[in-house]
């Protein structure tokens, strides 16, 4: 069974772009979440989708929003980008069940100039 | 709030040598409990989890982590280190429906 795929593995982008994130989970898994990862802040929870709707939600601006898709696919989009924005950005995709481990991406590396 | 406490942020130790890393969770209700290891430009993977049952828990590359409910710790450990488990190790707690929490993540350095 093929594993958590996130796209792309890099992207460098300059201050006020904005940029999309891709992530397609295990197939059979519902429930896709996103973490931000930094050398300071370590895994910050960003939001987790399950069947479409977002059921949790982290401390972070409105410029981060993400959707899911109705074959469980999610994107995350981050608006106006701050050089504080640089970051791995990991996708863990799950189970129903709330006893189900999370499952990882590789992630994908955003750096802001 | 749920929460996890790593408390030793690096832990250097020779080649077959016995390890031991270190966590503490709060929570207000029954949690389950996850060890993840990262490897450099990797994302997570998974060690072990505990859902409930047997204190003991056994993962894969030959760690183990036990659940103390009285201590609210669940720490995770190996009686024979090799060179390739130098990674960093995230204890994570999540309780319900609620987000999974990680620790500030712990680098272990396996030298010769």
């Known amino acids: 069974k093929a594993g958590v795929t996130q796209t792309p593995r890099y992207l460098i982008k300059t201050r006020g772009q904005q940029v999309t994130l891709s992530c397609s989970p295990i197939?059979?898994?519902?429930?896709v979440s996103w973490y931000q990862q930094t050398p300071g802040q370590g895994l910050q929870f960003l939001f987790e989708?399950?069947?479409?709707?977002?059921?949790n939600k982290g401390n972070f601006p409105g410029r981060f929003s993400g959707r899911q898709f109705s074959n469980s696919r999610s994107e995350m989009n981050v608006s106006t980008l701050e050089l504080g924005d640089s970051a791995l950005y990991l996708c863990?995709?799950?189970?129903?069940?709330?006893?189900?481990?999370?499952?990882f991406g590789n992630g994908t590396r955003l750096t802001v100039t | 709030a749920q929460s996890v406490t790593q408390l030793d942020s690096q832990v250097p130790v020779f080649e077959e040598a016995p390890v031991e890393l270190r966590c503490n969770y709060s929570s207000s209700v029954s949690v389950y409990l996850f060890w993840y290891v990262q490897y450099p430009n990797q994302g997570l993977q998974l060690l072990l989890k505990?859902?409930?049952?047997?204190?003991l828990v056994k993962g894969i590359n030959g760690f183990e982590a036990e659940f103390n409910k009285s201590q609210t710790s669940f720490h995770l450990r190996k009686p024979s280190v090799h060179i390739s488990d130098t990674a960093e190790y995230f204890c994570a707690v999540r309780d319900g429906f609620q987000k999974l929490v990680f620790g500030t993540g712990t680098r272990l350095l396996v030298s010769p």
């Open positions: 989708y399950f069947s479409e709707t977002q059921r």
């Open positions: 505990y859902l409930s049952g047997s204190t």
């Open positions: 197939s059979g898994h519902r429930s």
């Open positions: 863990a995709s799950s189970l129903e069940q709330t006893d189900s481990p999370l499952h």
